[in-house]
């Protein structure tokens, strides 16, 4: 069992990575940088920062003629990237809380921020070194999951939405609410997130309860739903979203709003709605872990992400709303003015709703329910599996212990 | 005397790499967070009971998928001319040089609803069939991600029967069924077995197959004990009651195919 | 009965060669459908070998398949000198524990080795990253070659190494002169397997990898799980014609090899 085939492939890959010199990297984009004296400050330092964010969260330069903005930020700092990624809040907690890893900037949402605040996993930040916070716009700032701001400088924000098929459903004809993800019709057609916070929301929604109720009662109707909600599920997923809708895979899929603006520009069959009864508005913002190694590095590079230009590059390419008030107004108005991206405060105040840290108990609770729910039963599995199994077990030992009698009794003779 | 204590490196490093973390899972698995004494996780584990009765389900549907594909196969390849016989065991091993990963990945784009074998069958008229996020596709997954392991330790005992015995059951009146049968089968019993196992440990402890092909709603073991550390519901002592249940399933099942195998040790006496 | 024969092995690879005929073929695709050819390019592959991530994990592969392997190969090879001096007893115990590792599903063998690491890591200041890679590397490769070496080991004439003592060699040169070069092929080979299953691993990796040292298998598996990229199927073709190239030139070594020692004979 010999797969020496690695070393075969780095050969390849070496010769290919010769040639690969002539090639250009990326099409000219030009980034204007304000201060360009302080970001020298490592020039020279060898240091490296940890990078842990979600995936398909920043132009990583994969798409052409797109920036990377990790090499744009080495290429400024000298400071180099270690760029990983994670699929939703809970990883991210799982993975500092005891997975051990060390990383020095971390994008959790606004109710994961509060709840590592209150466990004291979060660095303060010092903001002499985050001068370009003053682009945030106001309404962004102090808010309630990080009240005097001392944690988190907002990155991008947004609301949670449906993404579906125009092809297949007309909106005009079925009201697009979130009862349309329970409907029978488009049974295995419906994608659902595949994290608890975000949907329990929206059973909650459904359901008409608070999306930070306390309640267990309200908390186990709404596991109970989810139950209920599975057969017309086809998959739990995150990010394969891009993937399944994409390729038509299925017709119906909650999901955030940048990640639905990103998927309309590239298919034409997509459509989105924020439905009118309400959803989640939600905060992804920058902190710096406790414990983080290059905690002056990590701030350098927050900074970077609140340069106009920056966040100007990390909206048009994620599609994600930003908090920034010189990218925002670098957009173009019909993006400003776009409903998708940015709704009207009306709609903000009146309609949607900030998770909230829940407590101990009711995390607990969650994730119990949650784990519960995605280990019902769907394909109803034969209730006599066990038995039967039980019973074939108990068969053949004895028919090992009888085989071995008999050959005994030969051996005798 | 000196020589002993060449070994001694290792033995170091297997009890501190090896026992003493099993030794922490089931720490884990029988302390709380503060140290005390406790059997709630181990209790908590029976609300799994669903998982581990499909993973076991599951594991076993696919090993005898397994053996019911490799044996045929690993039979024709022990009796094929010896020239061309290496290669031809190359030729069907070489998909398990692959990384699974990418193998698992790649039923993925055949089975969808927009997939190829829904795309060609709507040539013809045909479906889409539901095929992707079913139980049917994770032990299609594994089946094709392990049967190299039935496959190999199957041929490796049956190109390893001594010709001359064949030819004695034929001189002895045996025709080719009834040799298979009654001479073949006994004496490949041990390499099944150890396909048996080899196929079905990973099978049972699986979380990407059933990530990638079930959609997220078939969870296995794997996907449990993955949930409680890296996932979604974090929650380590529960994680590690769940590792050792799982295995102690295992070493379970393991000493059942042990018990086979002493028996058949002594059909061949 | 030939026939059906035949049949059966043609389905069969069919089976097993089908998905990855697909991927090769979609990896020459010009437009990301995974089903349907729209036309032929070589763009995959250029943003393949240009995609950084792709290229530092594949380095982190080597480093750490290279490393772990060396190292296991070293203890390994001690262990089986040391294990075979000992009394039965003993020595069926270690036995026991060399299997363990064998025996144990991935993800335990993992997720016991992530809870060690961060019971160190809370108190020794030890990070997560090639260090714990390496080790939890070295782990699972070691008794491979264990089990590679010992049957060899046993072979050896216990009077050939008592002769070259006899002769005026050391212990440590009558090692190197007599062991050492009976054992090598089991050395060799368990170093092999050592080092294509570090190469291959993802399940262990997956828990005890930190920040900074993604190998490839976790690089893939991240890839799966976002927005897929043909880039991914550029990746596959190149590892399968690498397998590929490799085990036909195996092949062909040892049939020359094979008809040199016939024409010797």
Redesign the interface.
């Known amino acids: 069992m010999k797969r020496t085939f690695m070393l075969l492939f780095l050969v390849v890959m070496l010769v290919t990575g010769c040639a690969q010199e002539e090639i250009e990297l990326v099409e000219e984009v030009t980034l204007t940088i304000e201060d360009e004296t302080y970001y020298q400050r490592f020039q020279n330092a060898g240091i490296s920062i940890n990078v842990y964010n979600w995936g398909e969260y920043i132009p990583d330069g994969s798409d052409d003629g797109v920036l990377d903005l990790n090499a744009a930020f080495t290429e400024l700092t000298g400071i180099k990237v270690n760029y990983t990624t994670f699929a939703t809040n809970e990883e991210l907690y799982a993975k500092l809380k005891g997975g051990g890893a060390s990383y020095d900037i971390i994008i959790p949402s606004d109710y994961m921020i509060s709840r590592m605040i209150y466990e004291g996993m979060l660095e303060e930040l010092n903001f002499d070194n985050i001068p370009n916070y003053s682009y945030i716009m106001e309404k962004f700032k102090n808010q309630e999951h990080d009240p005097d701001n001392r944690y988190s400088v907002p990155y991008t924000w947004g609301t949670v939405g449906i993404i579906y098929d125009n092809t297949a459903i007309d909106p005009e004809e079925t009201p697009m609410d979130w009862d349309i993800l329970w409907n029978d019709e488009y049974k295995d057609s419906i994608l659902m997130f595949d994290n608890p916070r975000d949907a329990f929301a929206i059973a909650e929604l459904k359901l008409g309860y608070s999306l930070n109720t306390e309640s267990p009662e309200e908390l186990k109707h709404a596991a109970k739903v989810l139950i209920d909600q599975k057969p017309v599920v086809q998959a739990y997923v995150m990010d394969e979203i891009f993937d399944k809708m994409g390729a038509g895979e299925a017709i119906l899929a909650p999901y955030y709003a940048g990640d639905a603006k990103t998927l309309m520009d590239e298919y034409d069959h997509l459509s989105f709605v924020i439905p009118q009864s309400g959803t989640n508005l939600f905060f992804d913002s920058v902190c710096i872990p406790k414990g983080a190694k290059q905690k002056e590095a990590a701030e350098m590079y927050i900074n970077f992400l609140c340069e106009p230009d920056v966040a100007y590059a990390v909206t048009d390419y994620i599609g994600y709303s930003t908090p920034n008030q010189g990218a925002f107004d670098m957009l173009d108005e019909e993006t400003q003015n776009d409903p998708i991206a940015y709704p009207d405060d009306a709609y903000l105040t009146e309609k949607t709703t900030v998770y909230k840290n829940l407590s101990e108990d009711t995390n607990q609770l969650m994730q119990t329910l949650w784990t519960e729910m995605k280990s019902a039963e769907v394909e109803h599995t034969n209730p006599w599996i066990v038995p039967i199994f039980m019973l074939l077990c108990i068969l053949l030992s004895i028919a090992i212990v009888i085989r071995r009698h008999i050959r005994n009794k030969k051996d005798i003779f | 005397m000196?020589?002993?204590?060449?070994?001694?490196?290792?033995?170091v490093?297997?009890?501190v790499?090896?026992?003493?973390?099993?030794v922490?899972?089931a720490y884990?698995a029988f302390f709380d967070s503060d140290g005390n004494f406790t059997l709630q996780y181990v209790a908590d584990v029976a609300?799994?009971s669903?998982?581990f009765?499909?993973s076991?389900?599951l594991a076993?549907i696919a090993t005898v998928i397994c053996l019911v594909?490799a044996y045929?196969?690993a039979y024709?390849?022990s009796?094929m001319d010896t020239k061309i016989q290496?290669?031809?065991v190359?030729?069907?091993i070489?998909?398990m040089?692959?990384?699974?990963?990418?193998?698992t990945?790649?039923?993925?784009?055949?089975l969808?609803?927009?997939?190829?074998i829904?795309?060609l069958l709507g040539y013809i008229g045909l479906g889409p069939f539901?095929m992707?996020?079913?139980?049917g596709a994770v032990v299609l997954g594994m089946v094709?991600d392990y049967?190299p392991y039935m496959i190999?330790p199957i041929y490796t005992v049956m190109a390893k029967i001594d010709k001359s015995v064949l030819e004695a059951a034929n001189d002895l009146g045996c025709n080719?069924v009834k040799t298979l049968f009654k001479v073949v089968l006994p004496l490949s019993l041990p390499g099944v077995m150890s396909g048996i196992?080899m196929v079905f440990?990973?099978a049972?402890?699986t979380?990407?197959i059933s990530r990638?092909l079930g959609?997220?709603?078939?969870?296995l073991i794997?996907?449990?004990?993955?949930?409680q550390?890296?996932?979604?519901?974090?929650?380590?002592n529960l994680?590690?009651s769940i590792?050792l249940v799982?295995?102690v399933i295992?070493l379970l099942i393991?000493t059942?195919m042990n018990?086979?195998d002493v028996?058949d040790d002594?059909v061949l006496m | 009965m030939k026939k059906l024969s035949k049949l059966y092995l043609g389905l069969m690879l069919l089976f097993l060669y089908l998905p990855i005929l697909v991927l090769i073929v979609f990896s020459f695709n010009d437009s990301k459908s995974r089903s349907v050819f729209t036309g032929f390019t070589f763009e995959w592959y250029e943003k393949l070998f240009r995609n950084e991530l792709i290229m530092t994990s594949l380095a982190n592969t080597l480093i750490v398949a290279v490393v772990a392997s060396l190292i296991a190969t070293v203890l390994g090879t001690l262990a089986v000198i040391g294990i075979s001096k000992m009394r039965k007893g003993p020595k069926a115990a270690v036995m026991q524990v060399t299997n363990i590792p064998i025996i144990n599903p991935e993800i335990v063998t993992g997720v016991s080795m992530m809870l060690l690491f961060v019971f160190f890591a809370a108190r020794m200041n030890l990070e997560f990253g090639f260090v714990t890679l390496i080790i939890a590397h070295i782990t699972f490769d070691v008794p491979y070659v264990v089990l590679n070496v010992m049957p060899k080991y046993r072979q050896i004439d216990a009077n050939m190494y008592e002769a070259a003592q006899d002769l005026g060699c050391g212990p440590v040169r009558a090692f190197f002169k007599v062991i050492l070069p009976e054992i090598m092929p089991g050395i060799i080979s368990g170093f092999l397997m050592a080092f294509t299953f570090s190469l291959d691993d993802f399940v262990v990796s997956y828990f005890t990898s930190g920040s900074t040292a993604q190998t490839l298998p976790i690089t893939i598996y991240a890839m799966t799980r976002r927005k897929v990229s043909p880039e991914i199927n550029a990746l596959s073709t190149i590892i399968f014609v690498c397998v590929l190239v490799v085990l036909v030139l195996k092949n062909v070594i040892e049939r020359r090899a094979d008809k040199k020692r016939g024409v010797v004979r």
């Not at chain 2, 550390?229 to 380590?236: M, T």
Request: proline share 5%; no cysteine.
């Open positions: 000196k020589q002993k204590l060449l070994s001694a490196p290792y033995l490093w297997m009890a790499f090896v026992i003493v973390p099993l922490m899972v884990f609300q799994y669903n998982i009765v499909r076991v389900w076993a594909l045929p196969l024709f390849l009796k290496g290669t031809m190359m030729i069907v070489l998909p040089w692959m990384n699974f990963l990418l193998r990945y790649a039923w993925m784009t055949l969808g609803n927009e997939g190829i829904n795309t539901k992707l996020n079913t139980q094709y049967i190999l080719g196992t440990v990973p049972i402890s979380f990407i990638m959609g997220g709603s078939n969870l794997g996907d449990l004990i993955e949930m550390f890296l996932g979604n519901s974090y929650n380590p994680g590690a590792s799982l295995m295992i393991m059942l018990q086979f028996d002594r």
